[in-house]
């Protein structure tokens, strides 16, 4: 069965700061994307930045790169230069058959 | 904006009632998703349909009930509502049958209150 593990309830980053939220997962699929979603107070699901499995290269976009290592099926994501609009949960999601699965989350805090 | 419409955003009634939430997919996009966010929990994948077709199902009551229409508008049904369905139900809608290939869009979600 397909699983997601986001091992960090909580994590406190100073602004300007660098700070790195994990993901593990378990997937049958062989050909995926890996997601990270970013879910402020509003509540809307806003996607941070997408990886597709068969690249080897990271993904970046703008602040938000990933760490993707796909033997070890670890896909963690760095915030780099935080900002207070980054506050948020953050939730990794990987396909399972028909359906994305998410991780329970990680809730982000930043530190003026 | 992800192109994916939901209404109503907000819906308040009673235990006991029957409430019908609406989902208009992204144009272009056969699959509609449905999920549902407990109270500072994950998302909960609830059932699936691809072009008219439900295709797969997840932890959904036998009070919820779903379908797509021919236009690929999708409704999602709940009945005999209890306290324990306050939640935010989320829709999302991609191109394709497979979520491992395709990115998922999500709507703003409507946020169901039962008292």
């Known amino acids: 069965a397909q699983t997601v593990t986001q091992s960090q309830p909580e994590m406190s980053v100073q602004e300007a700061e660098t700070v790195t939220l994990s993901c593990t997962y378990d997937t049958s699929e062989s050909d995926y994307y890996l997601f990270w979603y970013k879910q402020p107070p509003s509540r809307q699901m806003i996607l941070v930045i997408r990886?597709?499995?068969?690249?080897?290269q990271n993904a970046t976009e703008n602040r938000f790169s990933v760490n993707f290592q796909k033997a070890a099926k670890s896909f963690s994501l760095k915030i780099s230069d935080s900002q207070l609009g980054d506050a948020a949960m953050y939730f990794c999601a990987v396909p399972g058959t028909y359906k994305y699965i998410f991780g329970t989350g990680t809730r982000l805090k930043v530190l003026a | 904006d992800s192109g994916v419409t939901q209404t109503p955003k907000h819906l308040i009634t009673a235990t006991g009632q029957r409430v019908t939430l609406r989902c208009s997919p992204r144009?272009?996009?056969?699959?509609v998703y449905w999920y549902q966010q407990s109270l500072d929990q994950g998302l909960q994948f609830l059932i699936q349909y691809y072009n008219g077709e439900e295709r797969a199902k997840g932890n959904i009551l036998e009070r919820f009930s779903a379908q797509q229409f021919p236009d690929l508008h999708s409704e999602l049904n709940l009945s005999s509502l209890e306290l324990g369905d306050s939640a935010l139900y989320f829709c999302a809608s991609s191109v394709g049958v497979n979520s491992g290939s395709y990115e998922q869009y999500f709507g703003p979600g409507t946020r169901l209150t039962v008292t």
């Open positions: 990886q597709e499995a068969y690249k080897q």
């Open positions: 144009s272009g996009d056969l699959s």
